[in-house]
């Protein structure tokens, strides 16, 4: 079984830069994308960036130019580095994990969840 174990969340004010890492444990993620989607209070779940297992990347629109994900496939890791933060990036951001792009919204795998918080 795998498991997804974040950090990094925290505090920030608007402008302001956090990066949050990933770790998976339990097998090697071959075949499988590595990223983040996130959900803030009374809203869906939204994707937001995803790495393919050969380093494809995805962005939703709203993070693009703002925010970057990186994978470390040998040592199971995924990154987001998030730059320009803003009130409305403030949600609980979840480390996924699932076959395919993982644009789809479906996960195999999910992280605990990291809360991000921005303040104006």
């Known amino acids: 079984q795998v498991q997804l174990a974040e950090s990094g969340g925290g505090l920030v004010q608007a402008g302001g830069s956090l990066r949050l890492s990933c770790a998976a444990s339990?097998?090697?993620?071959?075949?499988?994308?590595m990223g983040w989607c996130r959900q803030a209070p009374g809203k869906e779940r939204e994707f937001v960036g995803s790495?393919?297992?050969?380093?494809?990347?995805y962005y939703a629109d709203s993070v693009k130019g703002r925010f970057t994900i990186s994978r470390d496939n040998a040592k199971n890791t995924v990154s987001l580095q998030m730059n320009s933060l803003k009130s409305d990036d403030t949600a609980v951001y979840y480390c996924?994990?699932?076959?395919?792009?993982?644009?789809?919204?479906?996960?195999?795998?999910w992280g605990q969840g990291t809360q991000v918080t921005v303040s104006s």
């Open positions: 996924v994990a699932a076959l395919g792009s993982g644009r789809s919204g479906r996960y195999d795998y």
């Open positions: 790495v393919t297992w050969t380093g494809i990347i």
């Open positions: 339990g097998r090697t993620l071959n075949g499988y994308a």
